[in-house]
């Protein structure tokens, strides 16, 4: 079975100001990795995702998230962020096969502030 | 990228009532759906997965005969919430993902549901 932690439930940030959200999970076999974006009363929209190959995987928005096998992580990272970004931030992993659902972290709510 | 449909968004019911929510996959079929549960401030809690023309799974707490699924076709599953309480009250949201595990994972807007 897989797990994951989003080790943060809250992160406030001044516009322009980067910013890293932490994600780490568990798992006993392969993962994929993904984080995604929910904005109030709506549905999660992919930022990015980590099936394999390089480590660092670059999404929409500026956004851009590192795998780390190792240390099991995989962080999200902006350098700048907008008023526009504060939003619920969802770390999720998935098994490598088909028909499996997506199970999430708690969520992190990004709040950035001018 | 493809697109979830979910209907409706918000809804109103009054306490031993039912509710029918309806997901569908607008371009793509999909032979897997799945539908989660999401509480204030909290992450999404998967619920169930649900296969087309057989039963659904149900996750570990999550009562089979108050959540009915049906995934009749490749393009709609439905989760009714039979005799709705006002703990039902929750966002419900589904999901369908296009093939493989190496996809990714597309989300309907979401139901309000609010027992009264």
């Known amino acids: 079975a897989q797990s994951v932690t989003q080790l943060d439930s809250q992160v406030p940030v001044f516009e322009e100001a980067p910013v890293e959200l932490r994600c780490n999970y568990s798992?006993?076999?392969?993962?994929?990795l993904f984080w995604y974006v929910q904005y109030p009363n709506q549905g999660l929209q992919l930022l990015l995702k980590?099936?394999?190959?390089?480590?660092l995987v670059k999404g929409i928005n500026g956004f851009e998230a590192e795998f780390n096998k190792s240390q099991t992580s995989f962080h999200l990272r902006k350098p700048s962020v907008h008023i526009s970004d504060t939003a619920e931030y969802f770390c999720?992993?998935?098994?490598?096969?088909?028909?499996?659902?997506?199970?999430f972290g708690k969520g992190t709510t990004l709040s950035v502030s001018s | 990228g493809a697109v979830v449909s979910q209907h409706p968004s918000r809804v109103i019911c009054k306490s031993g009532t039912s509710v029918k929510i309806e997901c569908r996959s607008l371009?793509?079929?999909?032979?897997?759906m799945f539908w989660y549960r999401q509480f204030p401030k909290k992450s999404l809690m998967l619920m169930a997965t649900?296969?087309?023309?057989?039963?659904?799974?149900?996750e570990q707490g999550v009562e089979k005969d108050k959540f009915l699924i049906n995934h009749a076709s490749l393009t709609l599953s439905t989760l009714t919430v039979t005799s709705a309480h006002p703990e039902d009250s929750s966002f419900y949201i589904c999901?369908?993902?296009?093939?493989?595990?190496?996809?990714?994972?597309?989300f309907g807007q979401g139901t309000r549901l609010t027992v009264v």
């Open positions: 649900s296969n087309e023309g057989s039963k659904a799974t149900y």
């Open positions: 999901s369908a993902r296009l093939g493989g595990a190496n996809t990714e994972a597309f």
């Open positions: 980590y099936l394999s190959g390089s480590t």
């Open positions: 798992s006993s076999v392969s993962v994929y």
């Open positions: 371009d793509f079929q999909a032979t897997t």
């Open positions: 999720a992993v998935s098994a490598p096969r088909a028909g499996t659902a997506l199970i």
